[in-house]
């Protein structure tokens, strides 16, 4: 009975986002206050119904409920209960219903947030949004409902969570990557409201801009929590592989990002009101590809699910009305959008379009390495991959460019900033971070790639510090009082900024600074990696909830003192018959010890593989710095005064 209750849930949801998507916007063109107010508690309801079908779903998995299609696919009566849970977005249908029940989330945060708003825009910015709820209810309800029954034939058990899925990964990246994702419906919402209003002026950004803060911060952290999983997960020790559906949430990042900056400028000057518009629509458009890249079934990935083509088809419908629908009302409304606020070579706004110039080609460069393989496919051409090299050869140079201009644009003035001013801190800057950056590649023998990009971290480190002394020191109030008025904005930007530098080192130097062997060993053995004796003490056989495993014991020594002890499995899951790797990891702040066992050779021999891995948590330090960077700047108290927020 609870799956029918779900599936009527839905079907009721889909009936109230119709009047959501419909109904407020009917008032606005009719100046009916009635109907306009009828916006939030449509949206509610909307979201209840939502939240009721998703709590029955998860009853199905808690109870074992295999007589529905999608537990019996997903699940396993010996799964553990927290599997059990998280198995509900471990397939295409259950994280399509996640997917929808975040959007539900960011309506009803929007509707309780909207009195802050002039009465004819928030209903309609809750209108947009209840169309993209529109097509995604339908997508579910038509092509992918996961209470679909097996009956009378039920199964005695299921066919278990996929083994690679079975970590606490699963149960906090999918719906803090959808909160970020998702959330840039809000931006899109916010400006195509402003379109159909005429409403085109600063005002949208500022009511917008908190919105799209939060978004880029859950999707950093999104991001941050994907990279992690995969690096002790996979049993490699990578942390990222350019992967197509790693590249689908990254670019909605970059752009993210661009769009964050240009609403700065278009709530502060007036300026790029275009561009921040186009980028707004851009942004939640690369959500959606990524949305038909992972469900189209159009390319093979470890993070892809294997649906149905037709399904893929829908999201590319989806795509087109909603996208384009959006871009026949911009260029409706081209001529109201341009902007006429001049600002000088030097300005602020100069530093910030150059950001988001370099921000879009970096887009644009993941987009076609992305793509390209596809389209070659596509058009009878054959089979090509594009991978890490092309990635890293081109991505790397210009990411650095961007980290150059990032740096600059906080110190200067917004229309216009004496030149000689900008150079004096620049130079000094630059001479500091040049040093500095020799001296730890000399000392530890890196490379030039290494110093260039050292120099960069050095440079923004110092000029974001820089900055933030000459806010502080200026007046006579004193240096504490000073730091404590500026505003939460202006540290959200500095933590960000300081995340990005954090990151990058990290990168740097787990590319330049860590060592790694694959050896066969038998217990006894003994290997030295990178200052570091690892001895192979014993393998077991140990019984889990529902697999079978070979565990070994690695104890690490440096200078003859033990520094950890390791425990890597190789795992042999009896339902879907496979066997997966549980790497060991010892972490410190400026290195990770890591093992996997590989294959095993003979009675008593291994294949193991052994890392050290220089500064890599540096890599996830940074994301969290982001994200707390985003969040501080979406928490901002003007935005909580002036929008409603």
Same mark, same amino acid.
């Given at each position: 009975?609870?799956?029918?209750?779900?599936?009527?849930?839905?079907?009721?949801?889909?009936?109230?986002?119709?009047?959501?998507?419909?109904?407020?916007?009917?008032?606005?063109?009719?100046?009916?206050?009635?109907?306009?107010?009828?916006?939030?508690?449509?949206?509610?309801?909307?979201?209840?119904?939502?939240?009721?079908?998703?709590?029955?779903?998860?009853?199905?998995?808690?109870?074992?409920?295999?007589?529905?299609?999608?537990?019996?696919?997903?699940?396993?009566?010996?799964?553990?209960?927290?599997?059990?849970?998280?198995?509900?977005?471990?397939?295409?249908?259950?994280?399509?219903?996640?997917?929808?029940?975040?959007?539900?989330?960011?309506?009803?945060?929007?509707?309780?947030?909207?009195?802050?708003?002039?009465?004819?825009?928030?209903?309609?910015?809750?209108?947009?949004?209840?169309?993209?709820?529109?097509?995604?209810?339908?997508?579910?309800?038509?092509?992918?409902?996961?209470?679909?029954?097996?009956?009378?034939?039920?199964?005695?058990?299921?066919?278990?969570?996929?083994?690679?899925?079975?970590?606490?990964?699963?149960?906090?990246?999918?719906?803090?990557?959808?909160?970020?994702?998702?959330?840039?419906?809000?931006?899109?919402?916010?400006?195509?409201?402003?379109?159909?209003?005429?409403?085109?002026?600063?005002?949208?950004?500022?009511?917008?801009?908190?919105?799209?803060?939060?978004?880029?911060?859950?999707?950093?952290?999104?991001?941050?929590?994907?990279?992690?999983?995969?690096?002790?997960?996979?049993?490699?020790?990578?942390?990222?592989?350019?992967?197509?559906?790693?590249?689908?949430?990254?670019?909605?990042?970059?752009?993210?990002?661009?769009?964050?900056?240009?609403?700065?400028?278009?709530?502060?000057?007036?300026?790029?009101?275009?561009?921040?518009?186009?980028?707004?629509?851009?942004?939640?458009?690369?959500?959606?590809?990524?949305?038909?890249?992972?469900?189209?079934?159009?390319?093979?990935?470890?993070?892809?699910?294997?649906?149905?083509?037709?399904?893929?088809?829908?999201?590319?419908?989806?795509?087109?009305?909603?996208?384009?629908?959006?871009?026949?009302?911009?260029?409706?409304?081209?001529?109201?959008?341009?902007?006429?606020?001049?600002?000088?070579?030097?300005?602020?706004?100069?530093?910030?379009?150059?950001?988001?110039?370099?921000?879009?080609?970096?887009?644009?460069?993941?987009?076609?390495?992305?793509?390209?393989?596809?389209?070659?496919?596509?058009?009878?051409?054959?089979?090509?991959?594009?991978?890490?090299?092309?990635?890293?050869?081109?991505?790397?140079?210009?990411?650095?460019?961007?980290?150059?201009?990032?740096?600059?644009?906080?110190?200067?003035?917004?229309?216009?900033?004496?030149?000689?001013?900008?150079?004096?801190?620049?130079?000094?800057?630059?001479?500091?971070?040049?040093?500095?950056?020799?001296?730890?590649?000399?000392?530890?023998?890196?490379?030039?790639?290494?110093?260039?990009?050292?120099?960069?971290?050095?440079?923004?480190?110092?000029?974001?510090?820089?900055?933030?002394?000459?806010?502080?020191?200026?007046?006579?109030?004193?240096?504490?009082?000073?730091?404590?008025?500026?505003? !939460?904005?202006? /540290?959200?930007? *500095?933590?960000?900024? &300081?995340?990005?530098?954090?990151?990058? %080192?990290? #990168?740097?130097?787990? @590319?330049?600074?860590?060592?790694?062997?694959?050896?066969?060993?038998?217990?006894?053995?003994?290997?030295?990696?990178?200052?570091?004796?690892?001895?192979?003490?014993?393998?077991?056989?140990?019984?889990?909830?529902?697999?079978?495993?070979?565990?070994?014991?690695?104890?690490?020594?440096?200078?003859?003192?033990?520094?950890?002890?390791?425990?890597?499995?190789?795992?042999?899951?009896?339902?879907?018959?496979?066997?997966?790797?549980?790497?060991?990891?010892?972490?410190?702040?400026? !290195?990770?010890? /890591?093992?996997? *066992?590989?294959?095993? &050779?003979?009675?008593?021999?291994?294949? %193991?593989? #052994?890392?050290?891995? @220089?500064?890599?948590?540096?890599?996830?330090?940074?994301?969290?710095?982001?994200?707390?960077?985003?969040?501080?700047?979406?928490?901002?108290?003007?935005?909580?005064?002036?929008?409603?927020?």
């Amino acid at each position: 009975m609870f799956p029918e209750i779900g599936q009527f849930s839905l079907i009721l949801s889909l009936f109230f986002a119709l009047s959501l998507a419909s109904v407020p916007l009917v008032g606005y063109w009719k100046g009916n206050r009635l109907l306009l107010e009828s916006a939030r508690p449509l949206t509610f309801i909307m979201s209840v119904l939502i939240l009721v079908s998703f709590i029955t779903l998860s009853l199905a998995f808690l109870t074992d409920d295999f007589s529905v299609l999608y537990v019996s696919q997903n699940s396993n009566s010996q799964l553990p209960v927290w599997y059990k849970f998280s198995a509900l977005w471990g397939g295409h249908e259950g994280s399509l219903l996640l997917w929808v029940l975040v959007l539900s989330g960011w309506c009803s945060a929007v509707a309780l947030k909207i009195r802050g708003l002039p009465e004819d825009i928030g209903p309609v910015v809750l209108s947009v949004l209840g169309m993209v709820c529109v097509g995604f209810l339908s997508f579910l309800l038509f092509t992918s409902s996961p209470f679909a029954r097996l009956l009378p034939d039920v199964p005695a058990d299921g066919g278990d969570l996929n083994p690679l899925l079975q970590d606490f990964g699963l149960i906090v990246h999918p719906p803090v990557l959808y909160m970020g994702y998702v959330g840039f419906s809000v931006a899109f919402a916010f400006a195509v409201a402003a379109l159909i209003t005429g409403n085109l002026n600063a005002s949208w950004a500022r009511w917008a801009r908190p919105w799209t803060a939060a978004s880029w911060a859950f999707l950093t952290l999104g991001i941050t929590l994907g990279s992690w999983w995969a690096y002790y997960e996979l049993g490699w020790g990578g942390w990222w592989f350019w992967d197509p559906v790693e590249n689908a949430s990254f670019m909605p990042w970059l752009a993210g990002t661009a769009l964050l900056h240009s609403l700065a400028v278009t709530e502060k000057r007036g300026v790029f009101k275009s561009w921040t518009v186009l980028l707004a629509i851009f942004t939640f458009s690369l959500s959606l590809l990524g949305a038909f890249l992972v469900r189209s079934g159009v390319l093979t990935s470890v993070h892809s699910f294997a649906a149905d083509p037709t399904r893929g088809m829908f999201i590319l419908v989806l795509l087109l009305v909603l996208v384009g629908g959006s871009l026949l009302l911009y260029a409706i409304r081209a001529s109201e959008v341009r902007s006429k606020v001049s600002f000088g070579a030097t300005g602020r706004e100069a530093w910030l379009l150059l950001n988001n110039i370099v921000l879009t080609v970096l887009t644009l460069t993941v987009l076609l390495g992305t793509l390209y393989p596809l389209i070659f496919d596509a058009l009878g051409l054959g089979k090509i991959s594009v991978g890490a090299p092309y990635f890293n050869s081109v991505f790397t140079p210009i990411a650095l460019l961007l980290m150059v201009f990032m740096a600059v644009g906080p110190l200067s003035k917004w229309h216009h900033t004496p030149i000689n001013v900008l150079f004096k801190v620049c130079s000094v800057a630059a001479a500091v971070a040049v040093l500095s950056a020799g001296w730890v590649v000399y000392y530890y023998e890196f490379g030039f790639i290494a110093w260039l990009s050292l120099a960069v971290a050095f440079w923004v480190v110092v000029l974001s510090f820089s900055d933030w002394f000459s806010k502080v020191s200026a007046g006579t109030k004193g240096i504490i009082p000073r730091a404590r008025q500026l505003p !939460r904005n202006y /540290y959200g930007m *500095l933590l960000a900024h &300081l995340g990005m530098v954090v990151s990058l %080192v990290g #990168i740097v130097l787990v @590319s330049v600074n860590s060592q790694e062997s694959m050896l066969r060993l038998s217990p006894g053995d003994r290997a030295t990696v990178a200052g570091y004796e690892f001895q192979f003490d014993s393998i077991e056989q140990v019984k889990g909830p529902n697999y079978v495993a070979s565990k070994g014991q690695f104890t690490a020594y440096q200078a003859d003192k033990t520094v950890a002890v390791l425990h890597p499995e190789k795992r042999f899951f009896t339902t879907r018959q496979q066997v997966m790797t549980e790497a060991a990891l010892d972490a410190g702040f400026t !290195r990770d010890l /890591y093992v996997s *066992l590989g294959e095993q &050779l003979d009675d008593s021999a291994w294949g %193991v593989r #052994i890392y050290v891995k @220089s500064f890599v948590r540096w890599i996830w330090l940074g994301g969290l710095l982001m994200m707390a960077g985003g969040l501080l700047a979406a928490l901002d108290k003007r935005y909580q005064r002036r929008a409603g927020v």
